[in-house]
């Protein structure tokens, strides 16, 4: 499904909750706390609605969810606290995305498809999906500058230089919708709440406030739910106590955010324009990753433990059983063959 149906949907099932109430087009300007700074007990809210009018909302506990723009890290110097620190890795990937009707029944139109480049020597993505309405979205994008271009010929000849020629055969034939729209990245952002000894109590911080990865890993949305979900069950644990509640969420939201940061920020690594610090042991793991991939290709079971795995369906051990290293092995070993036998034909062929 496109992202704004997804948005709506989790909107109505959030409203249709009897104890939430949406406060739209408001903005939180700052905290309010108590005297000594100790605890935040409110916020103070601009209503766009009514002309800007500025409210003091009270509350026993405050969640900042305000995304990557999070202004917790100033808000807290301000208080006189430390600011977290921040690992920033550097990426400048850059995609677009394009939407084209579908007909349901035209080749691969209940499927969807993904390229992802063998990295370093290849740069670029692409992903065409169904959503609904009969539609195609498309996106396709580049790292270490290789961006996507924003007009349509350039964007459908960006399709053509995909190793598999599917994305280019749809948007060839399809109508377009809309135009291409662009998006920059240019780095995955963790701020270590974790590791902060001091921190207001009443306050707690959730989601892309917290750690924002490259969205081409499609994996914070996962992440932010796993965090309120790890929220929702110290709150059930302790019976809604919430002296004391900060540094024991921090560490849990840490070690829910470890693994897809490892994920996407090894990835990531493989390019050497990626700038940053870099997790112990990436190299090596990348490695094996690199054969799982090749795998992927000829063995639907290691796609599918794969998938599972960069959706944050399993942890990233399950990939190195030793009957997962098995099929990756012999997978590798068929593709080899397979290449040798291909490039002694191409060779009889040009005698
Ligand atoms: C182009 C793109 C594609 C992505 N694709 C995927 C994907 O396929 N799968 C996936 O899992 N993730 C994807 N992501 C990542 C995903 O969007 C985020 O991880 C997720 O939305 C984080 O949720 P959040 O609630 O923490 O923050 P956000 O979704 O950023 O929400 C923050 C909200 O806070 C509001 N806000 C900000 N400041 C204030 C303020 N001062 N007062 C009041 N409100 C405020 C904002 O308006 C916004 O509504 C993608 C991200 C991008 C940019």
Redesign the pocket.
């Given at each position: 499904m496109s992202?704004p149906f997804l948005e709506y949907l989790v909107r109505t099932r959030t409203l249709a909750q009897g104890n939430i109430t949406l406060l739209d087009n408001?903005?939180?300007?700052r905290l309010v706390t108590t005297a000594d700074y100790t605890r935040i007990v409110g916020v103070e809210?601009e209503d766009r609605t009514r002309d800007g009018a500025v409210n003091a909302l009270t509350a026993e506990l405050i969640v900042d969810?305000?995304?990557?723009?999070?202004?917790t890290p100033q808000w807290l110097a301000e208080l006189g606290y430390t600011a977290p620190a921040e690992s920033e890795v550097k990426v400048n990937v850059g995609?677009a995305?394009q939407i084209f009707r579908r007909n349901p029944g035209d080749d691969y139109a209940r499927d969807w498809i993904l390229i992802t480049p063998e990295a370093p020597r290849e740069t670029r993505f692409g992903g065409m999906f169904p959503i609904e309405g009969d539609r195609w979205i498309v996106s396709m994008g580049g790292w270490a500058g290789d961006h996507a271009p924003t007009d349509p010929a350039g964007f459908l000849e960006y399709a053509r230089t995909m190793p598999t020629p599917d994305i280019y055969n749809m948007m060839r034939k399809a109508e377009a919708l809309t135009d291409v729209y662009p998006?920059k990245?240019n780095s995955s952002l963790r701020r270590h709440y974790e590791k902060l000894t001091r921190f207001p109590a009443g306050y707690l911080v959730?989601?892309?406030?917290v750690c924002?990865?490259n969205?081409?890993?499609?994996?914070?949305?996962?992440?932010?739910a796993m965090q309120a979900a790890a929220l929702d069950d110290l709150l059930a644990q302790r019976g809604g106590e919430l002296a004391g509640i900060a540094p024991v969420f921090f560490k849990r939201a840490a070690k829910i955010i470890d693994i897809p940061w490892q994920l996407a920020v090894g990835e990531d690594f493989r390019y050497p324009q990626t700038t940053g610090p870099k997790p112990a042991g990436v190299d090596l793991l990348n490695r094996y990753v690199a054969a799982v991939h090749r795998a992927t290709l000829i063995d639907p079971e290691v796609g599918r433990a794969f998938a599972k795995v960069m959706n944050l369906m399993a942890p990233p051990p399950s990939l190195m059983t030793p009957g997962m290293m098995l099929r990756v092995w012999r997978a590798n070993r068929q593709l080899r063959r397979q290449r040798q036998s291909l490039a002694r034909t191409a060779a009889v062929a040009v005698d």
């Open positions: 992202r408001c903005a939180v300007r809210v969810c305000t995304g990557r723009g999070s202004r995609y995305t998006h990245f959730l989601g892309d406030a924002s990865f969205p081409t890993y499609g994996q914070g949305m996962t992440s932010a």
